[in-house]
């Protein structure tokens, strides 16, 4: 085990890769047990069967390629969840667990009963671009009472989202195929009574190709640029959420650390009240809120 360990290892670092602990999650992948699991065999010397060597070798060769870790392993973690992935959707970012924070902060806090017309009914959240399906899934996962939609445009990424809303979505989560653009008639009996609406849109500037082969080669397209600024889906989503959002209700954006300004002034623009920018946990700004 601790020699397939160190020759992963090597292979990765040879392929530039050389932060997180992808050589143990590929061998904890190939054996099925966790990371820690996998740390602790290595530290007693516990033999790996030459099956399972060459297995591991194969996919740390793959992933040599950037071809993405959560493609190899089909799964990602995300919160408490963990999501089936793989080509075609855009695979769940730590930053974005950051932001997902916010949404389910303003989720819990709504009373019950004051979220529809039936009294005791748990607040309304909705997801735009929900790509995995890892916001709403979280949302419902941590909030138990709240009822969440989701809107996906990309079939494929729809159809991964789809296998996740039925294993994790509680029957509490609603997942529509559709484009953010058509949200106010995809979601019409929801018109005025969504409590908290979020979304991490495409915010990639058309011209900006990101450096990292994992998100340039194998991220979709669809889930990564947006227009000249980056900024295209934001103005759709900012118009279609004031009217989904019911008053006193919250909209949170996750975005690129230089757009906080440029968002703020669009929602202002529109008519949200109080939009302000947060940092993750690195201090950079990548979410922004605003109040109906
Ligand atoms: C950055 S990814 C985020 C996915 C997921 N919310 C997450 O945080 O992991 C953006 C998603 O928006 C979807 N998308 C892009 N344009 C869209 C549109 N006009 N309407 C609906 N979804 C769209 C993409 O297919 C992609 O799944």
Not at 201 to 228: I, K
Not at 268 to 281: E, S
């Amino acid at each position: 085990m601790a020699e397939t360990l160190k020759t992963i290892e090597a292979m990765l670092a040879e392929a530039g890769i050389t932060e997180g602990a992808d050589a143990e999650l590929l061998i904890g992948h190939v054996l099925a047990e966790s990371r820690g699991r996998v740390q602790a065999l290595a530290i007693m010397g516990t033999e790996i069967s030459a099956e399972d060597h060459e297995a591991a070798l194969s996919l740390a060769s793959d992933r040599a390629s950037r071809i993405p870790l959560q493609h190899l392993t089909g799964k990602a973690a995300f919160r408490g969840i963990e999501l089936a992935v793989g080509p075609g959707v855009f695979v769940p970012r730590p930053e974005t667990e950051t932001v997902a924070q916010f949404a389910i902060d303003a989720l819990a806090a709504v009373p019950l009963g004051e979220s529809a017309e039936q009294p005791g009914a748990g607040p309304i959240a909705v997801d735009l671009c929900t790509g995995s399906g890892a916001i709403a899934l979280a949302l419902a996962q941590e909030v138990s009472t709240a009822r969440v939609w989701a809107i996906e445009k990309s079939p494929e990424a729809h159809a991964w989202a789809s296998r996740n809303v039925e294993r994790l979505g509680d029957e509490r989560v609603t997942l529509l195929l559709g484009d953010v653009a058509d949200a106010r008639e995809l979601l019409a009996p929801l018109v005025g009574r969504v409590n908290v609406l979020i979304s991490n849109p495409p915010y990639v500037p058309t011209g900006m190709v990101p450096r990292d082969p994992e998100v340039r080669d194998h991220d979709p397209e669809l889930a990564l640029y947006s227009g000249a600024d980056g900024l295209d889906l934001v103005r759709v989503i900012s118009k279609v959420a004031l009217d989904l959002v019911t008053d006193g209700g919250t909209l949170v954006l996750e975005h690129a650390e230089q757009q906080g300004a440029s968002i703020r002034a669009i929602l202002q623009a529109d008519g949200w009240r109080m939009p302000a920018t947060h940092q993750d946990l690195t201090f950079r700004d990548r979410a922004t809120t605003a109040v109906r």
